[in-house]
């Protein structure tokens, strides 16, 4: 299983397997990591959802299976892969709301030992694959999480977590306010696509129909 997964993401990491050239490698990865699954550990788990991801690779089947196995195992996940895993399923926009409570309950009493830019990719990925107003709990955490560790984000890791609240819908002023310097400072590092996403964040901040009107 260590070796599937493993080769799975170092070739989804080089970029080579991307494209419908590599579909019927894809297509028989998926295949044999469902008939694996049964034994992956929940460090293998995460590592093949990632896998299919960094490739655009459509695997349904899969990520369901996944989600199953993962959820059962959650306890196994480090701070990090629970933060990688949700950001996976996320990547591949597929929906899995059972492993994502469950993801949600475990990262509410680990955050402080997450790096301080897998808040901002939490954010991201609970707001990208869940309906606005789930997971309370774990946004208003992350924001107590990104208000105290904001001068060690990324501008990045910022946009996602400003871009997030935004679309999960929770207000969050004092965690605004404690990352605002810290993104005007790191403005010029931003590619357009935060930068974008943090301009958004802040102008639905103030005016909540921000979204709809296209700002």
């Known amino acids: 299983a260590r070796g599937l997964s493993g080769t799975a993401l170092g070739i989804a990491r080089a970029r080579v397997g991307r494209g419908a050239a590599w579909g019927g490698l894809w297509s028989e990865l998926q295949e044999a990591a469902l008939t694996q ?7 293998e788990l995460n590592a093949i959802a990632r896998s299919f991801t960094f490739a655009h690779a ?5 990520y369901d ?7 059962r195992h959650v306890d196994e996940f480090s701070p990090a892969e629970l933060v990688s895993t949700a950001t996976a399923f996320a990547g591949a926009r597929h929906a899995a709301p059972e492993l994502f409570g469950a993801l949600a309950g475990r990262l509410v009493n680990v955050l402080e030992e997450c790096d301080a830019d897998e808040l901002g990719a939490a954010a991201y990925a609970f ?20 208000t105290e ?67």
């Open 127 to 146: 707001a990208r694959i869940s309906p606005a107003g789930e997971f309370p709990a774990l946004f208003d955490a992350l924001a107590a999480e990104a």
């Open 149 to 215: 560790r904001a001068g060690e984000m990324s501008g990045r890791a910022i946009a996602s977590l400003v871009w997030g609240f935004a679309t999960a819908e929770r207000p969050a002023a004092a965690m605004l306010d404690a990352v605002a310097p810290h993104a005007v400072a790191k403005l010029r590092s931003l590619a357009p696509g935060p930068l974008s996403a943090l301009a958004l964040g802040y102008a639905t901040a103030a005016d909540p129909t921000a979204v709809e009107k296209g700002v």
């Open 58 to 62: 459509r695997a349904p089947r899969l």
């Open 65 to 71: 299976a996944i989600a199953v196995r993962a959820r």
């Open 37 to 43: 699954l049964p034994h992956f550990s929940a460090h």
